[in-house]
């Protein structure tokens, strides 16, 4: 049976998931709208990958006997200053989301609740992953400082990205 604290900060973070997806299919379509139709794409798949964890959190709820309670999803921004300031933006919520991840390691430890921490090892690693990938966006767009000719590659390169689900799931 599921620990009740973790179970609500499992909760939690279903929403959170739920709410990276909406945020990035938001900024996708705004990319989409401004012509950067690879930066889209890549947004796309970043909000697909979002949806894979999500259920990933509400499959193990679930399997430890748990109860997914779904609440409302916070409004997410619509208009953005450029592909900078997106993924600017998508770097900082990436580290709040390790946060989020950190914090519920902190609660199933205080539990000592063994399974959830073998669990949320693979989101641990996963968040070092987002992170490094956002990381090598926002220096390619510093490099380029807008220059059209780099914008084009960068777009290019981004619309080579395809979604594979590795949760495994
Ligand atoms: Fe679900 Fe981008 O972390």
Redesign the pocket.
């Known amino acids: 049976m599921l620990n009740k604290n973790v179970e609500a900060a499992l909760n939690e973070q279903i929403n959170?998931?739920l709410y990276?997806s909406y945020l990035?299919l938001s900024m996708c379509a705004y990319l989409q709208n401004e012509g950067f139709a690879g930066m889209a794409n890549w947004m796309k798949i970043?909000a697909q990958?979002?949806l894979t964890?999500?259920n990933k959190f509400f499959d193990y709820v679930n399997e430890r006997g748990g109860r997914v309670w779904l609440k409302a999803i916070d409004a997410v921004p619509t208009e953005f200053d450029g592909p900078e300031d997106v993924f600017k933006l998508v770097q900082e919520?990436?580290q709040k989301?390790t946060g989020l991840?950190n914090n519920l390691m902190d609660v199933a430890i205080a539990e000592n609740d063994h399974a959830t921490k073998s669990f949320l090892q693979w989101?641990i690693d996963?968040?070092v992953e987002?992170e490094a990938s956002v990381q090598e966006i926002v220096d390619s767009l510093k490099l380029i400082k807008g220059n059209g000719h780099g914008m084009l590659m960068l777009d290019r390169e981004m619309k080579a990205r395809v979604f594979a689900d590795s949760t495994g799931e």
């Open positions: 959170a998931e990276s990035y970043q990958e979002e964890h999500s919520h990436e989301v991840v989101f996963e968040q987002e």
